[in-house]
Each structure stands twice: as structure tokens, then as C-alpha cells.
């Protein structure tokens, strides 16, 4: 598996050290099958600039308008945001960049709902436990591939009790459709997969979006990638994938992940692992150990010692 610090087309792994505007660019029209990424909230972290709400929205049409334009017709869209914070006022960031979307075209399939049970607890209003992932498609022609996501049925063996069907199992055997609200534990404190990013997309998450959006050897477009969990759960599942990132700590971060998983060395949270209720313990599943296939290449890191970011001019 060969990794890129720009876009090539024979890489597995393309991840750009520097600014997403300045990667996107160089990626050709309608080639990208799946954009998924977590912007910035505007919230002024360590990896961003807090601005005016409008400075900020025209900022987000920008890559948002690339995005669409390296979309493939069949492809998709997932834009995972959470609030706004003024003086403790929130702003739902789904709601304001709607328009945004909706003016290029696209068409909103689903907005899930993100749910966990670990955060900030607030004072003076309720505490904030959930986020929520866009979905919007290019076309009325998208991929979804509802089998490789499907979870448990609530009653497996529940069967007809009436009609032509009668005695037959009345659910899919292989599970139901997962619904837009998902239950998925954040990345805080002990979770297995937890680095130095404040916000981490569990890998999980990704890995839904992934197998539900795209076929193997498709490409995904992460333009906020963080410390890389997009890039795992794309390259573990035979996918190709092309992400930037400004913070120089957390692409060194990203690299050592991936260099990880491709010696069998990375553990994250299994998707199958329910979550845990303490009134009603259930078996174990220990963390998965991930494996890509296919060795990497040595990386920029490994050959110069770390990768240079470089800012946009």
C-alpha cells in the first residue's frame, strides 16, 4: 500500500499535510465516492480560528462547493457537526448549513443522529449528548449497501403468527436496518482508540458510512482528517482514501496509526459491541485488532522524520 503527501492516483493513502484547499484542487471532477468529515466548529480549538458565523459559513460553501465538484454522480456526502457556542447560546450547525447543500443541489437522504453518554456537563441548560451526520447524494442514483451495517434484530426469532407466512421468521435473519439514531460511545478518557485529538471520530462511525457508501477500491475524501480515523476505516475495508490536515502533531498521529494497523498492531472499539449497561451486563467483546492487508510503503515521516506542514497562502 503506497502513501501519498499528495494526490496520485496509485496511491492507497493520500494524506496531505497541510490545507484541505490547497489538496482538493489537485483531485480531479467526479472522481470521489464518498466525502465524510467533521469540520471545525468554530469553537476556537487548538486547530482552529474562532470567527464571525458568517466568515465561517462562507468558509464551509467553499470546501463544500469542491466537494460537490469531485463527487461522483453516484456518490455521497456526510457532513457529521454539532452547536455553535455564543455566550452560551448554541447555534445547531446542521441547520445553518443546510441551505448551503440544498443551494448546489444535493439531496438530503438522512440526517442521523449521533448519540453518547460521556461530555460536558452544562449548568444552565441541559447537557449536550448527541451530533449529527448530513447525508446528502449528487443524484437519485447512489450507492447503499444496507447488509454489511445491519444490526441485531430486537426479537430474532419472532415469526409470524398468521397468513401464508405464518411460522416463518418475521425479521431479516441478517439483522435490521440500523435506523438514523446511533447510539456509538464518543472517544473520551479510557476508549481504547483515544490520542491527544479532542474531538476524535470514533473509528466505528466511520466504518458504517464507509461500508454503507462505497464499494471496495472506491476513493473517500476526508478534508478535516484529524488524526486519521477516516483513513482506517476506509484502507481496512479495501477502500482509497485522500485526507489533509494542518496540525502537524495530529498527521504524525495519523501516520503511526496507519503504519499500525498495517502490522496487525492498532486496536479500536468493534462495531458489534453493544453499549454497556450496567444493569444489564452482557459477554465482553474485547477490542478489535485491525489489519490491513497490504504493508505500507515508507512514509515521508519515516524516510525525513516527520512530515512538514504546510499553511495556506
Given at each position: 500500500?503506497?502513501?501519498?503527501?499528495?494526490?496520485?492516483?496509485?496511491?492507497?493513502?493520500?494524506?496531505?499535510?497541510?490545507?484541505?484547499?490547497?489538496?482538493?484542487?489537485?483531485?480531479?471532477?467526479?472522481?470521489?465516492?464518498?466525502?465524510?468529515?467533521?469540520?471545525?466548529?468554530?469553537?476556537?480549538?487548538?486547530?482552529?480560528?474562532?470567527?464571525?458565523l458568517d466568515r465561517y459559513l462562507s468558509l464551509q460553501k467553499e470546501i463544500i462547493?469542491?466537494?460537490?465538484?469531485?463527487?461522483?454522480?453516484?456518490?455521497?456526502?456526510?457532513?457529521?457537526?454539532?452547536?455553535?457556542?455564543?455566550?452560551?447560546?448554541?447555534?445547531?450547525?446542521?441547520?445553518?448549513?443546510?441551505?448551503?447543500?440544498?443551494?448546489?443541489?444535493?439531496?438530503?437522504?438522512?440526517?442521523?443522529?449521533?448519540?453518547?453518554?460521556?461530555?460536558?456537563?452544562?449548568?444552565?441548560?441541559?447537557?449536550?449528548?448527541?451530533?449529527?451526520?448530513?447525508?446528502?447524494?449528487?443524484?437519485?442514483?447512489?450507492?447503499?449497501?444496507?447488509?454489511?451495517?445491519?444490526?441485531?434484530?430486537?426479537?430474532?426469532?419472532?415469526?409470524?403468527?398468521?397468513?401464508?407466512?405464518?411460522?416463518?421468521?418475521?425479521?431479516?435473519?441478517?439483522?435490521?436496518?440500523?435506523?438514523?439514531?446511533?447510539?456509538i460511545p464518543n472517544v473520551k478518557a479510557n476508549h481504547i482508540e483515544k490520542t491527544?485529538?479532542?474531538?476524535?471520530?470514533?473509528?466505528?462511525?466511520?466504518?458504517?458510512?464507509?461500508?454503507?457508501?462505497?464499494?471496495?477500491?472506491?476513493?473517500?475524501?476526508?478534508?478535516?482528517?484529524?488524526?486519521?480515523?477516516?483513513?482506517?476505516?476506509?484502507?481496512?475495508?479495501?477502500?482509497?482514501?485522500?485526507?489533509?490536515?494542518?496540525?502537524?502533531?495530529?498527521?504524525?498521529?495519523?501516520?503511526?496509526?496507519?503504519?499500525?494497523?498495517?502490522?496487525?498492531?492498532?486496536?479500536?472499539?468493534?462495531?458489534?459491541?453493544?453499549?454497556?449497561?450496567?444493569?444489564?451486563?452482557?459477554?465482553?467483546?474485547?477490542?478489535?485488532?485491525?489489519?490491513?492487508?497490504?504493508?505500507?510503503?515508507?512514509?515521508?515521516?519515516?524516510?525525513?522524520?516527520?512530515?512538514?506542514?504546510?499553511?495556506?497562502?
Amino acid at each position: 500500500m503506497k502513501i501519498s503527501s499528495k494526490f496520485d492516483p496509485n496511491s492507497s493513502c493520500i494524506l496531505f499535510p497541510g490545507d484541505c484547499f490547497d489538496l482538493v484542487k489537485q483531485i480531479p471532477d467526479k472522481s470521489v465516492k464518498l466525502v465524510v468529515t467533521s469540520p471545525p466548529y468554530n469553537l476556537g480549538k487548538a486547530y482552529e480560528k474562532r470567527s464571525s458565523l458568517d466568515r465561517y459559513l462562507s468558509l464551509q460553501k467553499e470546501i463544500i462547493k469542491e466537494s460537490v465538484r469531485i463527487l461522483r454522480d453516484d456518490g455521497s456526502i456526510c457532513w457529521q457537526v454539532g452547536n455553535y457556542v455564543n455566550n452560551g447560546e448554541i447555534v445547531p450547525l446542521d441547520i445553518v448549513l443546510y441551505p448551503i447543500f440544498a443551494s448546489l443541489g444535493l439531496h438530503l437522504r438522512n440526517r442521523i443522529v449521533w448519540e453518547f453518554g460521556h461530555g460536558l456537563h452544562a449548568s444552565k441548560r441541559f447537557s449536550g449528548r448527541y451530533e449529527v451526520i448530513l447525508w446528502f447524494t449528487k443524484t437519485n442514483e447512489y450507492t447503499f449497501n444496507l447488509d454489511p451495517i445491519r444490526v441485531p434484530q430486537k426479537y430474532p426469532q419472532k415469526k409470524y403468527f398468521k397468513g401464508p407466512k405464518k411460522g416463518q421468521l418475521s425479521g431479516n435473519p441478517l439483522g435490521k436496518n440500523p435506523s438514523d439514531i446511533w447510539d456509538i460511545p464518543n472517544v473520551k478518557a479510557n476508549h481504547i482508540e483515544k490520542t491527544i485529538h479532542p474531538c476524535q471520530f470514533p473509528i466505528e462511525l466511520i466504518e458504517r458510512l464507509v461500508l454503507s457508501m462505497t464499494n471496495e477500491n472506491d476513493w473517500i475524501f476526508d478534508p478535516f482528517m484529524g488524526v486519521g480515523s477516516t483513513a482506517i476505516a476506509a484502507l481496512m475495508h479495501n477502500r482509497k482514501v485522500i485526507g489533509s490536515e494542518t496540525m502537524e502533531e495530529y498527521v504524525t498521529i495519523a501516520i503511526d496509526r496507519i503504519q499500525k494497523a498495517s502490522k496487525g498492531e492498532l486496536q479500536m472499539r468493534p462495531i458489534e459491541r453493544p453499549v454497556y449497561d450496567p444493569y444489564q451486563p452482557v459477554k465482553n467483546i474485547p477490542p478489535k485488532t485491525i489489519k490491513i492487508q497490504k504493508e505500507t510503503q515508507p512514509t515521508l515521516m519515516e524516510r525525513h522524520g516527520k512530515y512538514k506542514v504546510e499553511k495556506r497562502k
